[in-house]
């Protein structure tokens, strides 16, 4: 089982350019959760997608902030244009639906928005 | 607002000692608490908590709910350098299958030699 894979695994930036990152949750999983993590706010839930429609995206900072999940094996989260406020650690994570909220977590992409 | 609280944010102790580490929560339609433990990477999970009162346990690692009270405790008995981490208490609330996951702050335990 290859787990949650992320990528980049690393990411630097100039402010104001656009950001994309990367998910594949786990074949059969069926939910997908992007997080952001700052030693300032911890770990923050941006949104989550079941059977790849978007279920909650309240934690979704701005509007510089989209997330897609254009099928079952992939997901971007995309920051346009990005801001040096935006440098955290962004996981990704995946479940089955009945495993009662059991999450598996990606590597996590560090991201530095100069 | 639904929140979730750890105490203490921080630990140290030293191998061998035993610590308990809390969460409580203030959350609407709780469905399980969660215990996860982060090294330098990824959070792992830890146990799943659904019930009051009754102890999940994984080697020298315990957990236990109280509903009523609305907390959760994970024990650490034994303790070695390899249990410094952060660890995380995570709620899960919401009428979906799988719902969403509300962390709390954390807990960076420290155990030295």
Redesign the interface.
Known sequence: DAGVIQSPRHEVTEMGQEVTLRCKPISGHN?L?WYRQTMMR????LI?F?NNVP??DSGMPEDRFSAKMPNASFSTLKIQPSEPRDSAVY?CAS?L??Q?????????TRLLVL | EDKVVQSPLSLVVHEGDTVTLNCSYEVTNF??L?WYKQEK?????LF?L?SSGIEKKSGRLSSILDKKELFSILNITATQTGDSAIY?CAV?T?S???????????TTLQVKP
């Open positions: 939910s959760f911890g770990l923050e839930l989550y079941n279920i909650d996981f479940s639906s009945g009662g909220g059991t999450q598996y977590f990606g590597p996590g | 469905r399980s969660l990477k990824a959070p792992t999970f799943m659904t995380l899960r919401g979906s299958n799988t719902g969403k996951l509300i962390f709390g702050q954390g």
